[in-house]
């Protein structure tokens, strides 16, 4: 069973748009992580939020954590052709388990 | 440094047939993660080690499913028999305990 959910499932943009991808998730947690996969590769963390954080930067990503509706979300500025891969948001739920949602599949058109 | 290796990185069996995946974690990581990947989605825990000590097997099908780590360092996760169901990617990841897991390449597994 998968904790959380991205939503959308899919998203398309154009170089230079910023893309936001959202994930909700059913119970209490310690933290959410959000990790990239890029085609037929392992994945890679991004970043990781705890439960009593609001907000965090990384270079052009930004998550942001709302626990009172359990949902965070992640914005890349000014995407790259680069960046297109599929994200994916992780919560660890205070045993050391990471329970990954469904995925977002960006593709970022040149 | 190297990152999490896994062999082999693709293998096709036919059904009814055993294959086994070979995981070595980043050096110094306690903790090591079997994951199932279906195509289109999230990874899906099937087992976590602490050391030597399977923690959490809970989601690792157990009629045709075993996994060790004998010395707390390199891991196997066999399946014997195979389904057609099993074709999937079997990720190993491996972490210090808390927080971000490094994940390997993955091994994809193709029944027929």
């Known amino acids: 069973s998968q904790q959380g959910e991205e939503d959308p499932q899919a998203l398309s943009i154009q170089e230079g748009e910023n893309a936001t991808m959202n994930c909700s998730y059913k119970t209490s947690i310690n933290n959410l992580q959000w990790y990239r996969q890029n085609s037929g590769r392992g994945l890679v963390h991004l970043i990781l939020i705890r439960s009593n954080e609001r907000e965090k930067h990384s270079g052009r990503l930004r998550v942001t954590l709302d626990t009172s509706k359990k949902s965070s979300s992640l914005l890349i500025t000014a995407s790259r052709a680069a960046d297109t891969a599929s994200y994916f948001c992780?919560?660890?739920?205070?045993?050391?388990?990471?329970?990954f949602g469904t995925g977002t599949r960006l593709t970022v058109i040149p | 440094e190297a990152g999490v290796v896994q062999s082999p990185r693709y293998k096709i069996i036919e059904k009814k047939q055993p294959v086994a995946f070979w995981c070595n974690p980043i050096?110094?990581?306690?903790?090591l993660y079997w994951y199932l990947q279906n195509l289109g989605q999230g990874p899906e825990l099937l087992i976590r080690y602490e050391n030597e000590e399977a923690v959490d097997d809970s989601q690792l099908p157990k009629d045709r499913f075993s996994a060790e780590r004998l010395k707390g360092v390199d891991s196997t996760l066999k399946i014997q028999p195979a389904e057609l169901g099993d074709s999937a990617v079997y990720l190993c990841?491996?972490?210090?305990?808390?927080?971000?897991?490094?994940f390997g390449e993955g091994s994809r597994l193709t029944v027929l």
């Open positions: 990841a491996s972490s210090m305990g808390v927080g971000e897991l490094f």
């Open positions: 050096s110094g990581h306690n903790t």
């Open positions: 992780a919560t660890e739920t205070g045993a050391n388990n990471l329970f």
